[in-house]
């Protein structure tokens, strides 16, 4: 029975040590990418890509343009969903 913990423990070791060199690798990728976006592009990370200038208001009857930052419509006060321009490509 101890010859099997110890097997169990033995085989445990590399796995972990390869989970935490994956997420040692992932980390200091993340922080790099951190890094150089806000060097090079002078904007906060983590950021959705391909932000329009203006945000268009989804509702029918309003359709209004709010800023790129904004989370709900300055008119109306519905949700700003960023879809709509996708959409309407
Ligand atoms: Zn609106």
Redesign the pocket.
Known sequence: MLAVGIFLFVLFIPVAAVLILVWAVWAVFSFVRWIVSRILLGKPWPQTEQIPVARR???SR???D?PSHARF??????P?VQQFVLRAA
């Open positions: 208001c989804a509702r309003c359709h209004a709010n419509c300055r008119r109306c006060g519905q700003v």
